[in-house]
C-alpha cells in the first residue's frame, strides 16, 4: 500500500486558493530544488533525490488527502510540518528532502510542491546529460513501462530520456509525450476528437 494512502485529510471544506502568479511560484520552487540539488550532489546522492521528487508527484497525483495537506489553509505551519514530516519518514524520503518540506511547511511554501518536483528532475537530468520528456497517461506506469517507454524515447531521439509522469484520466488509454518542442498524442481522446472532426466535415 502506498504510504500517503490512509493519510486523513480534511474534505469537503471550502478551499482558498494560495496559489501565486506563476512565474513567482516558479521562483520559489526553484530556490528550493537548487537548495536540494547542491545538497544532493555533494553527498552523492542524486539517485535518491530523483526517487525522492517521483515518489512525491505519485503522492500529488494519487491522494486527495496529500493535496489537502499541501492546499488547504485550515492546518497551522506547525501541523503542516508535523504531518508533512511524518509522511516525509512514512514515504522513505531522504533527510535532505524531508528537512527542507519541514521548511517550506514553516513558510507556508508547499504549494509550490509539484513545480519543485518537476524542476528537480530537470536539473537532475542535464547533470546526467538526460533529455527530459512530459509524458501524460491515463493511468499510473509500472517500472517495467517506464523502462520501455524511456527505452523507446532513447532510441527515437539518440540520447538518455528522464520521463516526467503525469496522469489525466480523461485520456482513456494511450499517452501523450513531449520532448523539447515534439509533441506524439497516441491517446483515445485525442483520436475521438479527431473521428468527431472528419465525422463533422462529412456532414
Do not use: C
Not at 501524460?136 to 531521439?157: H, M, N, P, Y
Amino acid at each position: 500500500m502506498s504510504p500517503w494512502r490512509g493519510f486523513r485529510g480534511v474534505n469537503n471544506i471550502e478551499r482558498v486558493d494560495v496559489s501565486e502568479p506563476a512565474s513567482i511560484s516558479s521562483g520559489i520552487a526553484k530556490r528550493y530544488a537548487t537548495a536540494i540539488f547542491e545538497l544532493a550532489k555533494d553527498d552523492n546522492s542524486l539517485d535518491q533525490i530523483a526517487s525522492d521528487a517521483d515518489t512525491l508527484t505519485a503522492a500529488l497525483n494519487d491522494s486527495e488527502a496529500f493535496r489537502d495537506l499541501i492546499h488547504s489553509p485550515i492546518y497551522s505551519r506547525e501541523d503542516q510540518r508535523q504531518a508533512i514530516g511524518a509522511l516525509a519518514d512514512r514515504m522513505g524520503l531522504s533527510t535532505t528532502t524531508g528537512n527542507t518540506l519541514r521548511l517550506m511547511a514553516q513558510k507556508r511554501r508547499l504549494f509550490v510542491l509539484r513545480e519543485l518536483a518537476r524542476q528537480l528532475r530537470e536539473m537532475i537530468a542535464r547533470e546526467r546529460g538526460e533529455i527530459t520528456a512530459d509524458v501524460t497517461a491515463a493511468q499510473e506506469l509500472s517500472d517495467e513501462q517506464r523502462e520501455k517507454l524511456a527505452g523507446a524515447l532513447k532510441d527515437a531521439v539518440g540520447r538518455d530520456v528522464n520521463i516526467n509522469l503525469s496522469v489525466d484520466e480523461s485520456l482513456i488509454g494511450g499517452l501523450v509525450v513531449k520532448v523539447g518542442s515534439k509533441m506524439i498524442d497516441t491517446s483515445i481522446r485525442s483520436k475521438l476528437d479527431s473521428l468527431k472532426n472528419s465525422m463533422k466535415e462529412v456532414g
